[in-house]
C-alpha cells in the first residue's frame, strides 16, 4: 500500500487544491488556527502526563522575562558608561 506523502506531487496537488477551495486570503488564518490548536492540544498532553516543562527545563525563561532582564541590562550598561 502507497504512502500519500511519499510523492511531492502529491503535496503540491493538494496546496493547489486548499488554495482554490479556501482562497489566498484566507489561508494564512487557517494556518494561524490550525498553528494555535496544535499548541494547545500539545499543552494539554504534557499537562495530562503531568510533565511540567519548566521544571523539565530549569534554564528555561519566559520571553517577558527575557526581555526583562534584557533591558536591565542594557540600562545598567548605559549607566556604567555614562559614569
Given at each position: 500500500?502507497?504512502?500519500?506523502?511519499?510523492?511531492?506531487?502529491?503535496l503540491v496537488i493538494?496546496?493547489?487544491v486548499l488554495l482554490l477551495l479556501?482562497?489566498?486570503?484566507k489561508l494564512?488564518?487557517?494556518a494561524r488556527s490550525l498553528g494555535q490548536?496544535?499548541?494547545i492540544f500539545k499543552s494539554e498532553v504534557t499537562e495530562l502526563?503531568?510533565?511540567d516543562p519548566e521544571a523539565a527545563d530549569p534554564n528555561r525563561q519566559d520571553s517577558a522575562t527575557k526581555s526583562e532582564d534584557e533591558r536591565m541590562r542594557k540600562g545598567r550598561a548605559l549607566n556604567s558608561d555614562g559614569a
Amino acid at each position: 500500500m502507497a504512502r500519500l506523502f511519499d510523492n511531492p506531487m502529491v503535496l503540491v496537488i493538494l496546496l493547489v487544491v486548499l488554495l482554490l477551495l479556501f482562497g489566498a486570503p484566507k489561508l494564512p488564518g487557517i494556518a494561524r488556527s490550525l498553528g494555535q490548536s496544535m499548541r494547545i492540544f500539545k499543552s494539554e498532553v504534557t499537562e495530562l502526563k503531568g510533565v511540567d516543562p519548566e521544571a523539565a527545563d530549569p534554564n528555561r525563561q519566559d520571553s517577558a522575562t527575557k526581555s526583562e532582564d534584557e533591558r536591565m541590562r542594557k540600562g545598567r550598561a548605559l549607566n556604567s558608561d555614562g559614569a
